[in-house]
């Protein structure tokens, strides 16, 4: 298929394959300027009684949790399958035709069609670029310069959807059967099968640095990354930190989430609200999975310290560098839990319809939000620990030293008192 960037016109082209995630490094078409830290893939993260032995360690709150070396941010259970629900109590159920939406008659009834299984496949990328984004300039930008977009600014998160293009050839990140890029042009009504069923790219920006885009490919999200997001960063992050999954859009199978690819029916797949549900929890993932290596990095930082201590009874840090290593720790800890939305329930769901947050609560089970967030605040506390016991032992030393300064001092006063006195009497 042929790849293009964004026209003038604001159309964009068929999107390439999506997710990458069973492949390895790859070089990305952001620039040079822009490098992604790629989470572990799922052949990379443990399985079975070896899983279960980590999060174990991980959940107890213990030094050598802490400061092991088998220390990895972003590892997670892949091939589990969670279920999701349906829109509502009509929707249809699975092994049933879906109806037409807007119809009211099932999909099998129009044109003579089966209902088929796998209608349409994309990509579904979520990208950590900065602290935060500027909500309000943010807006002023897509009117600007994106007036064609339909957009939607709630509390937290701004909305775009692109116009849908004219489909030639494939949709929007179309696959084969195999979960290939299909090079093959497929026949005009499958195409627009494809492409109505996948419907037109979503882009969301959340307001903790995080833009999560569905249905579009590398070059486009860098377009997009480098005219909009890249102007309302706040705190660019050096690295972007990249989540990749994939979308299915089934007429058959009942809406799941396995092997960090997401399948919904056909008619969740049109509804921005569904899409933005999903996004809510895979966008506290990839903002979770950056403190997780924050924590990393600061125990890599701090592991010398017992060690050195256990050595040769001392210290090496200075006391100026190790309060400066606990302050690290108290701001990333006050950032994740006091500072930042990240971990609450978006206010988005507090007049949502019921089954959008049911949907957002089995996307954070997939991506066990729960747990990593009790073994990361398990960790500050380890390391807030640490170096405060750190901080005391210096503190006692430093009283101690003191303590002996002011003892010799008294004892050079005895001795001179004396000295005075014996000359008194004439004996020195």
Partial sequence: MSSRAETSGGAYAPLDAGPSSSAGPRESSLGPEYKLKQRPSASQAPTGGDRAAQLRRSNSISYKAVLGSEL??????????????????????????????GSGRPFGEIGGLEPPGLLGRARLTVYCVAEALDREKLVSLLRIKHPGWETHAYEDVVHARLPAPYVQGGGYGQYTGGGGLDDTPPSASTSLTSAQAVGAPDVFFFEYGVVAFWGMQQSQEASILRS?????????????DMDEFAFNISGSEPPHIQNDTITINRRQATDHRVRLAI??????STKLSVYEERVVALVEESRHLPQDLAAHGRVSMSTKKLAQLIGKVFLQSSTLNLLSTVMDTPEFFWSAPDHLQALYERACEYLELDTRAEVLNARFEVLQEMLDMLRDHKNNSHAARLEWIIIWLLLVDVILMLFQLLSLFGLV
């Fill in 228 to 240: 909009l997001a890249k102007a309302v960063e706040q705190g660019p992050l050096p690295r972007y």
């Fill in 72 to 101: 990895a941010a972003g590892i997670r259970q892949r091939d589990k399958f969670v279920p999701l629900p349906l829109e509502s109590s009509r929707a249809a159920s699975p092994g049933r035709p879906e109806e037409q939406e």
């Fill in 279 to 284: 996004s809510h929890a895979l966008a506290q």
